[in-house]
Nanobody, 125 residues
Framework: VQLIESGGGLVQAGGSLRLSCAAS????????MGWFRQAPGKEREFVAA????????LYADSVKGRFTISRDNAKITVDLQMNSLKPEDTAVYYC???????????????????WGQGTQVTVSL
């Protein structure tokens, strides 16, 4: 699966952004998808994930209630709506596709086999 993220940018604290990830090839519609982020000097961390049919979602505690993950298998996209953004949300955001089809959403980056190039999100005070 090839993945391309878009929608990043600069926003003031309290604002919103919507990230989108477009997929091509592979078995997108049958695999869980995840969003991860990496801030300078920090390890890549889990943000949110969604299973293949959108029945199950999973969020990091730090974004729960502020971020919403969704997918459209017909359009082959997975989105991350980010509201009430904080400066600590500043990072490069990556979407990723599960290595295997049909699994529940998983927070471990090692479970994902395809990654996008990332999109920068910067939240200012």
């Amino acid at each position: 699966v090839q993945l391309i993220e878009s929608g990043g940018g600069l926003v003031q604290a309290g604002g919103s952004l919507r990230l989108s990830c477009a997929a091509s090839g592979g078995t997108f519609s049958s695999a869980a998808m995840g969003w991860f982020r990496q801030a300078p000097g920090k390890e890549r961390e889990f943000v949110a994930a969604i299973n293949w049919n959108s029945v199950n979602t999973l969020y990091a505690d730090s974004v729960k209630g502020r971020f919403t993950i969704s997918r459209d298998n017909a359009k082959i996209t997975v989105d991350l709506q980010m509201n009430s953004l904080k400066p600590e949300d500043t990072a490069v955001y990556y979407c990723a596709a599960d290595r295997f089809i049909g699994r529940a959403p998983n927070p471990g980056p090692e479970e994902y086999g395809s990654w996008g190039q990332g999109t920068q999100v910067t939240v200012s005070l």
